[in-house]
C-alpha cells in the first residue's frame, strides 16, 4: 500500500472532527438541523484551518439521509462518493487554476440543472480571491438569482482580495488559527490511534511551528515520524521546525539583562546563519518574556506557553527584574510590525538587540552619553518608525564608535547603519519623468495601482507596502515611499522594477519605469525642479533676480500651469 499523507488520512469527516473552530462547526451544525441554510457562504482564514474540510463535511451533511444533529453519517452511498471526490452533484474548483471567466459561465450554466443523486449542488471554490475580474462578475451574477437547491461555498485565505459586492451576498465565517493546545490534542489522538510513542515537548514543538495551522502540524509530524524510530523525539522536532532552544533564548535574554550588546548580536547571528526564522525568534522572545513574567508572579507553569521549567529558567526567572521583561516585550512587539512591513528582518533584530542592551546605560565609557529612558516607568508610546530609526542609528553609531576593536558584530552593525543612511534620489530620471509627466497619466495610474499591489507577489508587496504614485508621464513613474529602507529595496529590485513595468504595460497599454523617492524628500525635490523649469524659462531675461527671490517661486503663470499639469490643482494651491 502506497504512504498517504497524515493529513489525507485524518481528514476530519465531521464537524465534530475540525480541531479549534467549534463556533463556526456549532452554527452551521444548528443551520442544518433548523433547515436554515444560506445559498452562499465564504470561510475565510489561515491555510490549514479547516475551510475546505468543513466545506465537504457541509455537502455530506446537507445531502445525507441519515443526517443527525446536523453530522453526516458517512456510511451511505452519498457520504462516501463525496468523501471520495467522486459525487457529480459537490464540485470543486481551484481557482487557482480555474481563474477564467468561460469557467465560471459554465458553472452559471449548469447550476441551472438539477442535481441528479443528491438533493443539493454543491460547488466548493477554494482559493476563490484569484479570480480574474470578469470571473468575479460571472459569479455575481449567479449569486444574484441562486438557481434553487444550489449551495456556493466560497473558500479563501484572502478575504479582501474579493470584491464587496460578493461577501454581501454570502454568509461569512472566519476560522481562526487553531490553538497549540488544540493542535496538540489532534496529535495526540492521532499518535494513540496509530500505537506511537512520542515525547510530549515533540507535539508541544509542533504545536508551535505550525503557527495555527492542522495541515501544516501534520506535515510536520509527517516529517518527524519519518526520522524517529520508534519514539517521537524532541530532538527530531526541533531540527525540522527550525526551533530555538531555550538555551538559547535564556541565553540571549542573559546577554540583554547584561547589556551585553556584542553577546547579543552574536547570538543572533548565530541563529540567523543556522537559518533559524528572524519572525519566529520574535515570537519566541515575547511568548518566553511573557513566561517567565507569569512565573515571576505565580511561580507555578500551569499558564506557561512556552516555557520548560528547568534549573537555568528558574535562575533567570529570579535574577530578572520585570522592567525588563516589560520592555523586552513591548520592544519586540514594535519590531515585529515593523518587520512585517520589510525584508530587512535582520536589521529590525539588531536595532531591537542594541536597544534593549544599551538603552537603560545613562552614560558609556569614552563619554558618550546615550539619551537615557526611565527604567522604572516602560514608556507606552511606540514611536513612529522613521524616528526610531533615527534613534537606532544614533546608538550604532555610538556603538561602534565605543566598541571599534568590535569584532564579528561590528561589520554586520555598519551593514546595517548604511542600508537606514539617507537615501540618495536619482534626480535626473526623476525630472525627466516629470518634465513630460501629466495628471492624466498619474489619475490613470493610481487607478490600477490597488490591482498591481493585489499582483505582486508577497515579498514584492512587502516591499510596496507604504508606496504612493506620486507622477505619472506615459514612460515613467515616480513613486514615494514612507520608509527610506524600502525606497532603497525598490530602487536596487530589478526584478520588482521589471514586474511592475511589464504589468502596467498589460493593463494601460505602454511600459512606464518607476523610480523610487522617500516620501520625506520628495516636497523638496519635487520644489528643486518647479524652481529649475522656472530657472530654465526665464534664464534669458533676469536671471539674476530670480535667483535672490527663493521663496516667491510659484509666481510665473507657466510655471504654474505646469505644476497644476503635473501635480493637480490641489496640491499646487497648498504649495501658494
Ligand atoms: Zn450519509
Not at 30 to 41: C, M, R
Not at 146 to 153: E, K, Q, S, Y
Not at 409 to 418: D, Q, T
Not at 501 to 513: F, Q, S, T
Request: charged share 25%.
Amino acid at each position: 500500500m502506497s504512504y498517504q499523507a497524515l493529513y489525507r488520512v485524518w481528514r476530519p469527516q465531521r464537524f465534530g472532527d475540525i480541531a479549534g473552530q467549534q463556533a463556526i462547526t456549532k452554527t452551521l451544525r444548528n443551520a442544518l438541523v433548523q433547515d436554515k441554510t444560506s445559498h452562499a457562504y465564504l470561510f475565510t482564514g489561515p491555510r490549514g484551518t479547516g475551510k475546505t474540510s468543513a466545506a465537504k463535511i457541509f455537502s455530506k451533511a446537507i445531502n445525507c439521509p441519515n443526517v443527525k444533529d446536523g453530522e453526516p453519517c458517512n456510511q451511505c452511498e452519498i457520504c462516501e462518493s463525496i468523501t471520495k471526490g467522486k459525487l457529480g452533484d459537490v464540485i470543486e474548483i481551484d481557482a487557482a487554476s480555474n481563474n477564467g471567466v468561460e469557467e465560471i459561465r459554465d458553472i452559471r450554466d449548469k447550476a441551472n440543472y438539477a442535481p441528479t443523486q443528491a438533493e443539493y449542488k454543491v460547488y466548493i471554490i477554494d482559493e476563490v480571491h484569484m479570480l480574474s475580474m470578469g470571473a468575479f462578475n460571472a459569479l455575481l451574477k449567479t449569486l444574484e438569482e441562486p438557481p434553487t437547491n444550489v449551495i456556493f461555498i466560497l473558500a479563501t485565505t484572502e478575504p479582501h482580495k474579493i470584491p464587496l459586492t460578493i461577501i454581501s451576498r454570502t454568509q461569512r465565517f472566519d476560522f481562526r488559527r487553531i490553538s497549540p493546545q488544540a493542535i496538540v490534542e489532534r496529535m495526540r489522538y492521532i499518535l494513540g490511534e496509530k500505537g506511537v510513542q512520542y515525547e510530549e515537548d515533540a507535539l508541544i514543538t509542533i504545536s508551535k511551528a505550525a503557527e495555527g495551522g492542522m495541515r501544516d502540524a501534520l506535515s510536520i509530524l509527517d516529517q518527524a515520524l519519518s526520522f524517529s524510530e520508534g519514539t517521537l523525539k524532541t530532538e527530531d522536532t526541533m531540527r525540522i521546525t527550525g526551533s530555538i532552544t531555550q538555551e538559547l533564548l535564556i541565553e540571549y535574554i542573559r546577554a540583554l539583562s547584561e547589556q551585553q550588546t556584542e553577546k547579543g548580536l552574536n547570538i543572533l547571528h548565530e541563529l540567523i546563519a543556522e537559518g533559524k526564522d528572524p519572525s519566529r525568534f520574535v515570537e519566541d522572545m515575547i511568548l518566553f518574556s511573557r513566561d517567565i513574567l507569569l512565573y515571576h508572579t505565580a511561580q507555578s507553569d500551569t499558564l506557561l506557553k512556552m516555557a520548560k521549567v528547568d534549573e537555568p529558567f528558574e535562575q533567570l526567572a529570579s535574577a530578572l527584574s520585570p522592567d525588563l521583561l516589560y520592555e523586552v516585550i513591548q520592544v519586540f512587539n514594535a519590531t515585529q510590525q515593523e518587520m512585517r512591513l520589510s525584508n530587512h528582518a535582520e536589521v529590525y533584530l539588531e536595532v531591537a538587540t542594541v536597544r534593549l542592551t544599551q538603552v537603560r546605560q545613562p552614560v558609556r565609557d569614552e563619554g558618550t552619553t546615550v539619551q537615557p529612558q526611565a527604567t522604572s516607568a516602560p514608556s507606552d508610546e511606540v514611536a513612529a518608525l522613521k524616528k526610531q530609526m533615527a534613534e537606532m542609528q544614533k546608538l550604532m553609531q555610538s556603538m561602534s564608535a565605543g566598541e571599534a576593536a568590535a569584532k564579528p558584530a561590528a561589520p554586520k552593525a555598519k551593514r546595517a547603519m548604511k542600508s537606514s543612511a539617507v537615501f540618495k534620489v536619482n534626480r535626473p530620471s526623476v525630472y525627466n519623468i516629470l518634465e513630460k509627466a501629466t495628471k492624466q497619466d498619474l489619475v490613470q495610474l493610481k487607478d490600477v495601482w490597488p490591482d498591481l499591489m493585489n499582483f505582486l507577489e508577497a515579498s514584492q508587496k512587502a516591499i510596496m507596502n507604504t508606496s504612493t504614485p506620486v507622477a505619472a508621464s506615459a514612460r515613467g513613474l515616480v513613486v514615494t515611499f514612507d520608509y527610506d529602507i524600502l525606497c532603497e529595496r525598490a530602487t536596487n529590485d530589478k526584478v520588482l522594477i521589471a514586474t511592475i513595468g511589464d504589468y502596467l504595460e498589460k493593463v494601460i497599454g505602454h511600459r512606464a519605469e518607476m523610480v523610487s523617492v522617500p516620501a520625506e524628500q520628495w516636497p523638496t525635490v519635487r520644489q528643486d525642479f518647479i524652481k529649475q523649469m522656472k530657472a530654465e524659462e526665464h534664464s534669458e531675461q533676469s536671471e539674476e533676480t530670480e535667483t535672490k527671490q527663493e521663496d516667491t517661486e510659484i509666481k510665473i503663470e507657466p510655471v504654474v500651469s505646469e505644476a497644476v499639469k503635473l501635480f493637480g490643482e490641489a496640491l499646487v494651491k497648498i504649495e501658494e
